[in-house]
């Protein structure tokens, strides 16, 4: 089973700015998309942002203006920098990333932020 590796989130305050990383194993090749996806108790999973292996970008009409993706080709890692965070940003956060190659779609465990008011 290959397993995305995510870090950050937690507990921040309302106006904090964390930040999320996730990696993808090497053995996953041809990777053109990278993202963030997000589940809210109660809620469905929904897109926050995600970029192409060319750079284009694409958020969620809620989070544009304060956050940003970024990923590193090489390195196979895509980041997620929060600012204003808002308590309604309060969810379980997902790495995903698209093979190109097989069709396929990876996901990481899941990190949770909590924004405190």
């Known amino acids: 089973q290959v397993q995305l590796v995510e870090s950050g989130g937690g507990l921040v305050q309302a106006g904090g700015s964390p930040r999320l990383s996730c990696a993808a194993p090497g053995r996953i090749s041809s990777i053109n998309r990278m993202g963030w996806y997000r589940q809210a108790q109660g809620k469905q999973r929904e897109l926050v942002a995600a970029v192409t292996v060319g750079g284009t970008t694409n958020y969620a009409d809620s989070v544009k203006g304060r956050f940003t993706i970024s990923r590193d080709n090489a390195k196979n890692t895509v980041s997620l920098q929060m600012n204003n965070l808002k308590p309604e940003d309060t969810a379980a956060y997902y790495c995903?990333?698209?093979?190109?190659?097989?069709?396929?779609?990876?996901w990481g465990q899941g990190t949770q932020v909590t924004v405190s008011s």
């Open positions: 995903n990333v698209h093979s190109l190659l097989i069709d396929r779609d990876y």
